[in-house]
């Protein structure tokens, strides 16, 4: 009879299938099964002896030559199965590296560059997404995975084109970090394209005076904080007021302006802001009114003065003041572009070029590039407007300018 092949599941199981548990080559090509390591077994009986034998293989492939060799000999002991023949010395093997371990180093190296919490987060999560497809589809080395699982896996992110796009950079720098240190035999991103249009740079969407009114209106609609109870609420609408003040007065993101620390961050009039690329205090000014409601919160809230409840991480308390915010979009709605608490940093910049603050100014402000903020803010520059309109002036006036002809009717 031919000899049986199966992998039986060890304490310690990569996968987590339990001890001693049986599997099967068809169990394992079901959908979802998450594969392993575990040592592949062979049973029967060979001249009148039943014996269950180690083939030493965890791929089936590898394991099914050496089952046939011993089928072959009819015999536990004849024939020359795989498993006798003589090993490669352990330099001369490819090294095989896990899915794990690339992920880990990989992350190593840009948390050493220095990088952005923000940018740190976005490697994180597309590497959270792979490891979670490759668990999927039962993937533990680096190499099984290849070009059409990459297909599959581009195939099934949900974010917007150009969210897609920038994801599509992490993956293949990702691939690319690992092809320098030869743990792929070949590029696996190569194929994969941006999507159509990703490349067109957004329009930046500011609130306008129009919208930043119906907010404030909102404000005052919401009231102030409710006693514990039903609908217990430890904020009020004079909280979000102050909190949309300091994000369009200094163009600071949520996670800022959520942790602001009155005590590190304001000096008289001046908000620090960051430290610039030439190592210099960066500061933006605020007037009077703000900095005696930034002290009064500071009075009642301590250094931290938009930290509410037991939230102790950024995240959470970014997160609770989204939602905050959140509630006062939805009573001052609708808007024509979806409110968000990062367009008051778009609203700060366009305050400052509607006032003819130069480009550069402006670029250093919100730590962008001139070019940066010209290509998303052009609506808002004046100098731009004035520029286009002599260019159109000069072209037009040496052209022939007819005389006004009145049409006789019927």
């Known amino acids: ?141 680096l190499d099984q995975l290849g070009v059409s699982d990459m297909d599959v896996f581009y195939a099934s992110w949900k974010d917007g084109i150009r969210s897609k796009a920038k994801k599509l950079e992490t993956l293949k720098s990702f691939v690319k970090f690992c092809r320098k240190r030869k743990w792929m035999p070949e590029d696996i991103t190569e194929d994969l394209q941006a999507p159509e249009g990703s490349s067109i740079p957004p329009n930046k969407a500011p609130f306008t005076d129009a919208e930043l009114d119906r907010l404030f209106k909102s404000c005052d609609e919401i009231g102030g904080p409710k006693p514990r109870g039903p609908g217990y609420r430890p904020w009020g609408g004079e909280d979000v007021r102050d909190f949309i003040f300091l994000s369009i007065y200094t163009g600071l993101r949520i996670s800022d302006v959520s942790t602001f620390n009155i005590a590190d961050r304001l000096n008289g009039n001046d908000v620090f802001l960051r430290m610039h690329k030439t190592k210099k205090e960066l500061y933006t000014w605020i007037p009077d009114w703000l900095v005696v409601r930034l002290r009064e919160r500071e009075k009642n809230h301590g250094a931290l003065i938009f930290k509410a409840g037991e939230a102790a991480t950024m995240r959470n308390i970014s997160e609770r003041w989204r939602d905050n915010v959140g509630k006062i979009f939805k009573l001052a709605g609708p808007f024509d572009t979806p409110p968000t608490p990062h367009r008051f940093r778009h609203t700060f910049v366009r305050m400052l070029l509607e006032k003819g603050v130069p480009i550069a100014d402006v670029a250093e402000l919100v730590g962008d590039s001139e070019e940066v903020v010209r290509k998303h803010y052009a609506k808002w520059v004046p100098e731009r407007q004035a520029r286009l309109t002599k260019i159109l002036r000069e072209a037009f006036d040496d052209k022939p300018k007819p005389k006004l002809v009145v049409m006789k009717t019927g």
């Open 1 to 141: 009879m031919p000899l049986a092949l199966y992998r039986r599941h060890r304490r310690d199981c990569k996968s987590g299938h339990p001890e001693g548990q049986r599997s099967s080559e068809y169990d394992e090509r079901k959908k979802g099964w998450k594969r392993c390591e575990c040592p592949i077994f062979t049973s029967g009986t060979l001249q009148g002896r039943f014996k269950r034998q180690n083939t030493g293989q965890w791929e089936w492939t590898a394991a099914q030559p050496i089952a046939r060799d011993w089928e072959t000999a009819g015999s536990w002991e004849g024939g020359s199965p795989s498993l006798a023949a003589p090993k490669a010395p352990q330099s001369e093997a490819p090294q095989r590296t896990s899915i794990q371990d690339a992920i880990c180093a990989f992350l190593a190296h840009r948390e050493n560059r220095g990088l952005t919490q923000s940018t740190l987060k976005k490697y994180r999560t597309l590497t959270r997404q792979l490891c979670a497809f490759a668990e999927s589809r039962g993937y533990m080395k």
